[in-house]
């Protein structure tokens, strides 16, 4: 999802880079980058939503840099329709962790079945978007199966088994 920018940006490419982005504007736009040719280099007028809400107190160069790598990693591609780049697919991961229940938050029952019902619909449930361990055992699964003999926490124990095999 992309967000149009208020002031658009202004990145100062040469004409040969320019050409190269011209090739693959489709592209850009489907990773969110809206981009036009203007004379002094490209204008950027609309972003990855993802890029707007990773840090509040980005600066305006940060957003910059972030773009133009964005585009330089597109550019240096081939052309595949299912590229995503490394800039938006890291800023999705660290908006899903920051957004995630830490450790040691209090909850309640229901809402604790309710992500372990979550959990047990994902296909690595053990790790987090940048792969990092998401769960930390306490008590081993096969002993709390036997007492909870419900669906989500037999997925669960399905997915630990192929996921550690
Ligand atoms: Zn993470």
Redesign the pocket.
């Known amino acids: 999802m992309h967000c149009p920018l208020n002031q658009p940006l202004i990145l100062p490419f040469c004409e040969e880079k320019k050409k190269s982005a011209g090739t693959k504007v489709d592209l850009l736009q489907k990773c969110g980058v809206t981009l036009k040719d203007i004379a002094i280099g490209l204008e950027v007028t609309s972003v990855p939503l993802c890029f707007l809400l990773r840090k509040k107190h980005q600066t305006r160069d940060q957003l910059q840099q972030l773009v133009s790598d964005t585009i330089d990693e597109v550019l240096d591609t081939p052309l595949r329709s299912e590229f995503i780049p490394s800039t938006v697919v890291s800023a999705l991961?660290?908006m899903?962790?920051h957004g995630s229940v830490r450790f040691g938050r209090k909850m309640s029952r229901d809402s604790c079945l309710q992500l372990i019902r979550l959990l047990s619909a994902q296909k690595l449930p053990f790790q987090?978007?940048?792969g990092?361990p998401s769960l930390v055992p306490l008590i081993k699964i096969p002993t709390i199966a036997k007492f909870l003999l419900s669906k989500p926490v037999k997925n669960l124990v399905a997915r630990k088994k192929k996921f550690n095999a």
């Open positions: 991961a660290s899903a962790c987090c978007a940048h990092r």
